[in-house]
């Protein structure tokens, strides 16, 4: 397969630059907001309590599943979009009048943050329902090219933009992208799973069903664990805590800021292009696992560096071992799921996004009182212990060569 094949169908061709676009529009508003946080509040817990409202939807996002299974994805693509480019437009109003303050952010992000968590899982559906099996893996790959581009991107412009034209014209930029976005979504294919018997269940039958689909199904389980640890333990320190670590660790401004957001986010972007090229024979599930150890283990390194430099190249192996940890855990999860419960089953991955609002609201008092270093050498030996245990529990189902979550990508 090569990784242009997915651009053959039509519905792919319109998914792919809407998504493209939502995904700078997101990291551009994250590096943003997150700075505009921290500097007028100079609180680390007011930044944390930021970035983890971007993911209190993660709390809705089974039922977006069930609704997603009965409505179709497409509507709910082009409705969510619509919804950011209005808070968009908003925020760049409010910048302009200078009325934007930490507690209006605050309050817009936990709003935008019932639907943010879910992009994804709408994303990864419409993908597993309009291309053939055989193209799966690639175009997940394609696919996380827009969120790790977005985040070199994002991380870049967003920085230089507010630094040099301010609030303002950064958020017409960002409102500019959700609107091309929204009018891209109109071309996706609308394709629905359910069946009528479906359609008329209640939907909390509905949900039910699918907590039950995956608590008996253990590779299921095994990557909806993995997937929380990685939120709680790993993703803190290079999400929502990176403000911080470029203020206070590395001394330096947004522009820094916006450097280590997009070594992290190019790392991601290598490994992205090299699952959707298909030229390793690699094992889905022990892929996961080792990809989500070697994070953990450039963390510990990430909690001793204090110079720019250093730390942009381990945000680069970091960046590398997630994209190669989430990319291959979507396949193994969509692999393992019949079609009619796809929607249900990735909004339950969502779930696991929870992992991150909780991890970086324990760090925020655990930095003020023991320090950066400590909290995040301890969140990682933690990471690295728990994957050793999973593996060993599960061993039978994602790390035995001959496990149907270990057939060759």
Not at 14 to 29: I, N, V
Not at 68 to 75: A, N, V
Not at 313 to 330: D, H, P, V
Request: aromatic share 12%; proline share 4%; net charge positive.
């Amino acid at each position: 397969m090569h990784w242009r094949d997915p651009f053959r169908v039509r519905s792919f061709r319109f998914q792919w630059p809407a998504d493209l676009a939502t995904s700078w529009a997101f990291e551009m508003e994250t590096i943003v907001l997150g700075w505009f946080i921290l500097v007028e509040s100079g609180s680390v817990m007011m930044l944390v309590v930021f970035a983890a409202l971007q993911y209190m939807g993660a709390l809705v996002s089974p039922m977006l599943g069930v609704v997603g299974d009965r409505l179709g994805y497409r509507r709910m693509l082009y409705l969510s979009r619509a919804l950011y480019a209005a808070l968009a437009a908003s925020f760049m109003l409010l910048a302009w009048l200078q009325a934007l303050t930490p507690m209006t952010v605050l309050l817009m992000a936990a709003l935008a943050g019932l639907l943010r968590p879910s992009d994804m899982m709408m994303r990864n559906a419409l993908i597993a329902q309009t291309l053939p099996p055989r193209h799966l893996l690639g175009a997940l790959g394609v696919s996380r090219i827009t969120s790790d581009s977005a985040r070199i991107a994002g991380a870049l412009v967003g920085a230089a933009v507010v630094a040099w034209l301010g609030m303002t014209w950064a958020y017409a930029l960002i409102t500019a992208l959700y609107t091309f976005s929204f009018l891209l979504s109109r071309g996706v294919s609308d394709i629905t799973s359910a069946n009528p018997a479906i359609l008329r269940m209640s939907p909390v039958r509905d949900l039910q069903l699918a907590f039950g689909y995956v608590w008996t199904r253990p590779v299921l389980l095994a990557a909806m664990a993995l997937a929380f640890l990685v939120n709680l333990l790993a993703f803190p320190f290079s999400l929502g805590l990176l403000p911080y670590v470029a203020k206070n660790i590395y001394l330096t401004d947004q522009t820094g800021l916006g450097w280590l957001g997009a070594s992290f986010a190019f790392g991601a972007l290598v490994g992205s292009v090299v699952l959707s090229s298909n030229r390793f024979a690699l094992r889905a599930a022990q892929t996961m696992v080792l990809a989500a150890a070697l994070w953990f283990g450039v963390n510990v390194l990430l909690a001793f560096s204090t110079h720019l430099g250093l730390g942009m190249a381990l945000l680069w192996l970091a960046g590398l071992g997630q994209s190669l940890c989430m990319t291959t855990l979507a396949a193994v999860m969509l692999r393992a799921t019949e079609p009619a419960y796809r929607g249900r089953v990735m909004g339950m991955r969502i779930l696991a996004v929870l992992g991150l609002p909780l991890g970086l609201l324990l760090s925020g008092p655990l930095i003020d009182r023991w320090g950066y270093a400590s909290t995040a050498v301890m969140y990682s030996a933690l990471g690295l212990l728990l994957i050793g245990a999973m593996a060993f529990y599960w061993r039978a189902h994602i790390w035995h060569t001959k496990a149907l979550a270990n057939a060759p990508l």
